[in-house]
């Protein structure tokens, strides 16, 4: 669960951003649309507590993750928020499983490779695991960077642009394996986009303008 009051956030004195309220309950989707410029990547950061918002409040399972201090902020969000970013940001030589390992080893998580292997195979990669990112197609890295957020069984997670380097026939199918998954793993998931082609699966949309 997630929820957001008259969160704020400025760059400098020109550029500030006023965002919607936000309330996504735990198995639900919600698409944040909008052009360029809009902020998307900016909420997706504030919510990832990788930003800090100049006023407002957010609420992750039932904690205000602005009370953290950095090293109990960086613990939850390991623990508790996974992140689908633009790039991949892949350890190049590390294998594919032990890429999606990294993160359960950040969030002191033991006994991770049974269930590293079963999401993997579940995203159809059984046959990937242990490629290098490098040897894999877009599609397939998008596939392994979704295992990667899904590994610590997290509350919330965020997705910035997910689909963008995808044509429109794997656009659909991430678009639609996050959702299936959110409800799977009763995970609140939050996706930023500019792609339209998605507007047409969740019901739950705000546009920021």
């Not at 201090?69 to 594919?96: C, P, W, Y």
């Not at 295992?147 to 995808?166: G, Y």
Request: proline letters at 2%; a neutral charge; charged letters at 15%.
């Amino acid at each position: 669960m997630i929820k957001t009051q008259n969160v704020t956030f400025s760059y400098s004195a020109t550029q500030k951003f006023h965002f919607p309220d936000i309330d996504c309950s735990n198995g639900q989707t919600l698409l944040v649309t909008g052009n360029s410029g809009t902020g998307k990547t900016t909420l997706l950061h504030l919510l990832g507590g990788l930003l800090q918002p100049t006023a407002g409040n957010i609420t992750i399972n039932n904690q205000d993750i602005l009370q953290l201090n950095t090293a109990k902020l960086d613990a939850f969000r390991g623990q508790s928020i996974g992140m689908i970013l633009q790039k991949s940001f892949f350890i190049e030589a590390l294998s594919v499983l032990d890429n999606v390992l990294l993160a359960s080893w950040i969030a002191k998580k033991s006994k991770a490779k049974e269930k590293a292997l079963s999401i993997l195979d579940n995203l159809g990669l059984k046959d990937h695991v242990y490629k290098l990112p490098s040897q894999l197609s877009i599609g397939q890295q998008q596939r392994v960077n979704i295992a990667r957020a899904l590994i610590n069984n997290p509350s919330v997670i965020l997705a910035d642009e997910p689909t963008s380097s995808l044509d429109d026939e794997n656009a659909l199918i991430v678009a639609r394996l996050l959702s299936d998954l959110a409800k799977e793993y009763q995970s609140s998931l939050i996706i930023v986009t500019h792609d339209q082609r998605l507007k047409s699966l969740f019901n739950h949309q705000i546009t920021l303008s």
